[in-house]
Nanobody
Framework: QVTLVESGGGLVQAGDSLTLSCAAS????????MGWFRQAPGKEREFVAV????????HYADSAKGRFTISRDNGKNTVNLQMNSLEPEDTGVYYC???????????????WGQGTQVTVSS
């Protein structure tokens, strides 16, 4: 069992930057793919970014490419999402998730955090 806790959300203006952090429990963090998802009000949850266990590989949704950067620190059991040039369309609850054993990029995530709210005003 892995527990994930997101932090760093808040209210920002369009064009601003924000960095989210996810802290994971356990001693096997470095074996998981770690991803970020988001869910806007009234919308389905959507994929944002994922990073491989070693941190060598990253994959992004088209909406995040060039603006968002995912990173991880296996020594601290954390994964971050740096978000630049934020737009109102980025508003939503952002979730951290962990995956294992599903190839690259993963198609299934096994553990989820409870989310952190990001609101981007225009």
């Amino acid at each position: 069992q892995v527990t994930l806790v997101e932090s760093g959300g808040g209210l920002v203006q369009a064009g601003d930057s924000l960095t989210l952090s996810c802290a994971a429990s356990g001693r096997t963090f470095s074996t998981y793919d770690m991803g970020w998802f988001r869910q806007a009000p009234g919308k389905e949850r959507e994929f944002v970014a994922v990073i491989s266990p070693s941190g060598h590989y990253e994959h992004y949704a088209d909406s995040a490419k060039g603006r968002f950067t995912i990173s991880r620190d296996n020594g601290k059991n954390t994964v971050n999402l740096q978000m630049n040039s934020l737009e109102p369309e980025d508003t939503g609850v952002y979730y951290c998730a962990a995956a294992y054993g599903g190839g690259w990029p993963p198609l299934m995530y096994h553990y989820w955090g409870q989310g952190t709210q990001v609101t981007v005003s225009s």
